[in-house]
DNA sequence: AGTATAAGCAAGTAACCACTTGCCTATCAA
DNA sequence: TTGATAGGCAAGTGGTTACTTGCTTATACT
């Protein structure tokens, strides 16, 4: 789907995937704190939320809420489909 | 390098490699009939030229000079950092 | 030389998108 | 029940970007 392009094509969203493969099942909190202090990311967060909405519609991030909390899982499967549908040749074509 | 993540986030550059991925060693105005005709691509001769530009910026589009005829070819090396960068997992991690 | 074809350059425009701001809701603890 | 914490909702704003328009350059053909 276009969404996992556009969902990638961010920096923000792309220090949250890293973020995310570091440390999973994270809140929106940690996330912004961790985002601050190990990936330079000063984005507020209603910005990180809405980034998170974006991940979320491409599927590359699901949200579980539990109590007051919500848990953000990294899915990296839907990257799987640009390998797929550009295949990386080891010399230029 | 940010310029790929950007580079394949737009419908009509993905399209591009999507022909040149079909036939390699184009001309922009070869470019351009194709994908009017084979991707439904409406984008004037300027527009495909400016999505080459990213795209050559990229690393994902080699231009080669010969005569009056530009030829692009096709190298989708670059994409390769992204399943470096975030592996995918065959279950939901 | 003159014309046609292939492509580059550059400024202007409109739409999109990331971000902020302000307010509201929900859960938990004292 | 009151306050604090975690998060959601929505409108407004500024910057980015895809696209158009118009002009220019370069190569090839007659």
Not at 42 to 54: G, I, K, N, P, Y
Request: glycine fraction near 2%.
């Amino acid at each position: 789907m276009a969404d996992v392009f556009k969902a990638i094509s961010d920096e923000t969203r792309r220090a949250i995937l890293d973020e995310l493969i570091e440390r999973d099942e994270q809140t929106l909190f940690e996330l912004c704190s961790r985002l601050a202090m190990r990936h330079a990311v000063t984005s507020s967060r209603q910005a990180v939320s809405q980034h998170l909405d974006v991940l979320e519609a491409a599927g590359l991030v699901r949200r579980e809420k539990r109590g007051r909390y919500t848990f953000h899982t990294i899915d990296t499967r839907p990257l799987a489909q640009i390998a797929e549908r550009w295949p990386i040749t080891e010399a230029p074509q």
